[in-house]
């Protein structure tokens, strides 16, 4: 999830540029950079870590004829967050900016090195400068080396390129990552990753379709379609609010979190899913020999995450796996041995519980694993290993993207060392790997299904208290939306074991008690079914999640039939966010930034 701008024309385009950065900065910012051609010329800054930094390098150069421009925030999928692997990325005569993943990059890089190119990062986006300039010793104008590169990737992108063989020019191509051209009456022409950085520069812009390609000049904007057909740009208005610009138009921030899980999974899953095996080029296979337990420790929903990858790891993996709660592991004096693998689990790599227990792990000599979003933390820096989930920034308190790409990571982990340890047939592991292609569909909010959560939520408003039930994996899974639901409405809701309610909690069972019950269809639904007859039986109100109508329920949302249980995980998942943010919203609470609660616990 990074952030790109373009600007083509004759006011200073650093600024430009650097200002049109600060707005995307929401996007990612763990390095950035800009290159601008003028007179022939290529002037190329980029820093690490905030934005600031680039401000820093630029101060002293200024633009003041006309230039094409462009710049990137980065958010690290391939490659620490260095200068050589910041954007914009250079070959001989060109510098280009993406945002997404290139899927086949590295038999592209093959190549390249083959053909006696040197590279200078570890990103996938240097290879597309590389092949461009390729493409430029063939091709009988630079437009046909362009689209001839873009024709050779796949994967998700949106690309900004500037090269001196076209001076007066910005080639351009989307294809799974956001990005617009804006234009004004001045002859300008503005790029961004979403709209906030055209605010106050433009009148009216085109929001590029997955498949556009093509390149602006001064006066014009030449766009083909996927099928190489020339089209007309569509222009529409753009909003002049900027803080609802960045939410998308979305209420807050967790609400748009939610809606782009959809995205953000298809990016934690691309590259790493091949028809038979999961594919993680940031582990040594050698890391899991001599290992004979996993051990998960997190805080908050990152626990929640690695209980739920509990279930999978001793079920696929065949691997015992045990749970720690970062805090309590701290001080017990825990027994470690060096046949277990520590893995910590972290959105911000820098909750203080977590980063020291995995210290702990370091100091009695343990394999280390951090399973995070942030390149460049703490944990990251100091675990042996890592896997990022590349959901991008999370903005809202309360952690929706986050948690699931986590479990998405730990669904794909788990079936990484089944065959490794041959615990899973190669037909089983195709047919898991067939399903984890699906989580994209299975986690689209429908409006249907999120109109009939903002009716419901109404009846949700008191009481006293919530229960969250579930069995096996949807266990962590109802302690993950109760959690939602206290952290944002602040009334009272626990998670439960369906099978454990009838050794106390069911005295608690009368009208105000909800009981929000997770019926998966393919786990244990009698046996769920049966938990939820007790409650109702002793007058609780139950408002049913499944995919089949529940007669004993007073409320019901249903999910789609589906083929497995991880499947209704991920529905029922997006079924428990909305409930909680629907609440809170009725309730007027801040929904992004809950009373009480930071982003990041870097305290104890
Ligand atoms: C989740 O909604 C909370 N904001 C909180 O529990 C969070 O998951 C916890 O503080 C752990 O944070 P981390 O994933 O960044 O380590």
Not at 361 to 380: E, P
Not at 444 to 453: A, N, Q, S
């Given at each position: 999830?990074?952030?790109?701008?373009?600007?083509?024309?004759?006011?200073?385009?650093?600024?430009?540029?650097?200002?049109?950065?600060?707005?995307?900065?929401?996007?990612?910012?763990?390095?950035?950079?800009?290159?601008?051609?003028?007179?022939?010329?290529?002037?190329?800054?980029?820093?690490?870590?905030?934005?600031?930094?680039?401000?820093?390098?630029?101060?002293?150069?200024?633009?003041?004829?006309?230039?094409?421009?462009?710049?990137?925030?980065?958010?690290?999928?391939?490659?620490?967050?260095?200068?050589?692997?910041?954007?914009?990325?250079?070959?001989?005569?060109?510098?280009?900016?993406?945002?997404?993943?290139?899927?086949?990059?590295?038999?592209?890089?093959?190549?390249?090195?083959?053909?006696?190119?040197?590279?200078?990062?570890?990103?996938?986006?240097?290879?597309?400068?590389?092949?461009?300039?390729?493409?430029?010793?063939?091709?009988?104008?630079?437009?046909?080396?362009?689209?001839?590169?873009?024709?050779?990737?796949?994967?998700?992108?949106?690309?900004?390129?500037?090269?001196?063989?076209?001076?007066?020019?910005?080639?351009?191509?989307?294809?799974?990552?956001?990005?617009?051209?804006?234009?004004?009456?001045?002859?300008?022409?503005?790029?961004?990753?979403?709209?906030?950085?055209?605010?106050?520069?433009?009148?009216?812009?085109?929001?590029?379709?997955?498949?556009?390609?093509?390149?602006?000049?001064?006066?014009?904007?030449?766009?083909?379609?996927?099928?190489?057909?020339?089209?007309?740009?569509?222009?529409?208005?753009?909003?002049?609010?900027?803080?609802?610009?960045?939410?998308?138009?979305?209420?807050?921030?967790?609400?748009?979190?939610?809606?782009?899980?959809?995205?953000?999974?298809?990016?934690?899953?691309?590259?790493?899913?091949?028809?038979?095996?999961?594919?993680?080029?940031?582990?040594?296979?050698?890391?899991?020999?001599?290992?004979?337990?996993?051990?998960?420790?997190?805080?908050?929903?990152?626990?929640?995450?690695?209980?739920?990858?509990?279930y999978?790891?001793?079920?696929?993996?065949?691997?015992?796996?045990?749970?720690?709660?970062?805090?309590?592991?701290?001080?017990?004096?825990?027994?470690?041995?060096?046949?277990?693998?520590?893995?910590?689990?972290?959105?911000?790599?820098?909750?203080?519980?977590?980063?020291?227990?995995?210290?702990?792990?370091?100091?009695?000599?343990?394999?280390?694993?951090?399973?995070?979003?942030?390149?460049?933390?703490?944990?990251?820096?100091?675990?042996?290993?890592?896997?990022?989930?590349?959901?991008?920034?999370?903005?809202?308190?309360?952690?929706?993207?986050?948690?699931?790409?986590?479990?998405?990571?730990?669904?794909?982990?788990?079936?990484?060392?089944?065959?490794?340890?041959?615990?899973?047939?190669?037909?089983?592991?195709?047919?898991?790997?067939?399903?984890?292609?699906?989580?994209?569909?299975?986690?689209?909010?429908?409006?249907?299904?999120?109109?009939?959560?903002?009716?419901?939520?109404?009846?949700?408003?008191?009481?006293?208290?919530f229960f969250f039930i579930g069995r096996d994996i949807f266990y962590p899974l109802a302690?993950?939306g109760?959690?939602?639901?206290?952290?944002?409405?602040?009334?009272?809701?626990?998670g439960y074991p369906s099978g454990e309610m009838k050794h106390?909690p069911i005295?608690?069972a009368?009208?105000?008690l909800f009981t929000i019950a997770l019926l998966p269809q393919n786990l244990l639904y009698e046996k769920s079914k049966n938990n939820v007859e007790e409650l109702s039986a002793r007058d609780s109100t139950i408002c049913a999640i499944s995919s089949k109508e529940f007669d004993k329920a007073d409320d019901f949302i249903q999910i789609s039939e589906c083929?497995d249980y991880m499947l209704e995980f991920?529905e029922m998942?997006?079924v428990v966010?909305?409930?909680?943010?629907?609440?809170?919203?009725?309730?007027?609470?801040?929904?992004?930034?809950?009373?009480?609660?930071?982003?990041?616990?870097?305290?104890?």
């Amino acid at each position: 999830m990074c952030g790109i701008v373009g600007y083509l024309g004759k006011k200073n385009t650093k600024e430009i540029l650097l200002n049109g950065l600060k707005e995307l900065e929401y996007r990612g910012y763990d390095s950035a950079g800009i290159a601008v051609l003028e007179n022939g010329n290529f002037s190329n800054f980029k820093a690490v870590g905030k934005l600031v930094n680039l401000e820093e390098k630029t101060k002293n150069y200024s633009t003041d004829g006309f230039s094409a421009g462009i710049g990137h925030t980065r958010w690290a999928t391939h490659g620490k967050p260095t200068e050589l692997n910041a954007h914009p990325h250079v070959g001989q005569s060109s510098y280009v900016v993406h945002n997404g993943i290139i899927e086949n990059y590295a038999k592209l890089k093959k190549e390249l090195i083959n053909d006696g190119i040197k590279f200078l990062s570890q990103t996938d986006t240097e290879v597309i400068v590389h092949q461009f300039e390729k493409n430029l010793n063939s091709a009988s104008n630079t437009f046909e080396a362009f689209s001839k590169t873009i024709s050779e990737l796949d994967g998700a992108y949106a690309i900004l390129l500037v090269t001196k063989s076209q001076p007066d020019t910005i080639f351009f191509a989307k294809h799974g990552s956001p990005m617009l051209v804006g234009t004004n009456n001045e002859s300008e022409q503005y790029f961004a990753s979403s709209d906030t950085p055209l605010i106050g520069h433009c009148n009216e812009v085109n929001y590029f379709e997955d498949g556009d390609y093509g390149y602006v000049s001064s006066n014009n904007i030449t766009i083909f379609d996927k099928d190489k057909n020339k089209k007309e740009p569509i222009f529409s208005k753009l909003s002049q609010n900027k803080l609802s610009a960045q939410k998308d138009g979305f209420r807050f921030f967790m609400e748009k979190e939610i809606y782009e899980q959809s995205d953000v999974i298809s990016d934690t899953l691309m590259g790493r899913l091949d028809d038979d095996e999961i594919i993680f080029n940031e582990l040594d296979k050698k890391i899991f020999d001599d290992i004979n337990e996993i051990k998960l420790c997190a805080c908050g929903t990152s626990y929640h995450s690695a209980m739920s990858a509990s279930y999978l790891f001793e079920r696929y993996s065949k691997i015992r796996t045990s749970l720690e709660i970062a805090s309590e592991f701290r001080y017990r004096n825990p027994i470690m041995s060096k046949d277990t693998l520590f893995v910590v689990i972290s959105q911000s790599g820098e909750t203080a519980d977590t980063l020291e227990t995995l210290k702990m792990a370091k100091q009695a000599g343990l394999k280390t694993l951090v399973i995070c979003n942030v390149d460049n933390s703490s944990m990251v820096r100091l675990a042996d290993y890592c896997i990022l989930t590349r959901a991008g920034i999370e903005k809202g308190v309360a952690s929706t993207k986050a948690f699931a790409t986590q479990v998405t990571i730990f669904w794909m982990l788990s079936l990484y060392i089944a065959k490794l340890k041959n615990s899973l047939s190669v037909d089983e592991i195709s047919k898991q790997i067939s399903l984890l292609r699906e989580i994209p569909t299975h986690v689209k909010v429908t409006d249907d299904m999120h109109e009939r959560i903002k009716r419901l939520s109404k009846r949700y408003l008191h009481g006293h208290g919530f229960f969250f039930i579930g069995r096996d994996i949807f266990y962590p899974l109802a302690l993950e939306g109760a959690l939602k639901l206290k952290e944002i409405s602040y009334l009272h809701a626990e998670g439960y074991p369906s099978g454990e309610m009838k050794h106390g909690p069911i005295a608690l069972a009368d009208p105000e008690l909800f009981t929000i019950a997770l019926l998966p269809q393919n786990l244990l639904y009698e046996k769920s079914k049966n938990n939820v007859e007790e409650l109702s039986a002793r007058d609780s109100t139950i408002c049913a999640i499944s995919s089949k109508e529940f007669d004993k329920a007073d409320d019901f949302i249903q999910i789609s039939e589906c083929k497995d249980y991880m499947l209704e995980f991920f529905e029922m998942m997006i079924v428990v966010q909305l409930l909680s943010l629907e609440i809170s919203a009725r309730l007027g609470n801040d929904v992004d930034m809950p009373r009480n609660l930071a982003k990041s616990v870097t305290v104890e």
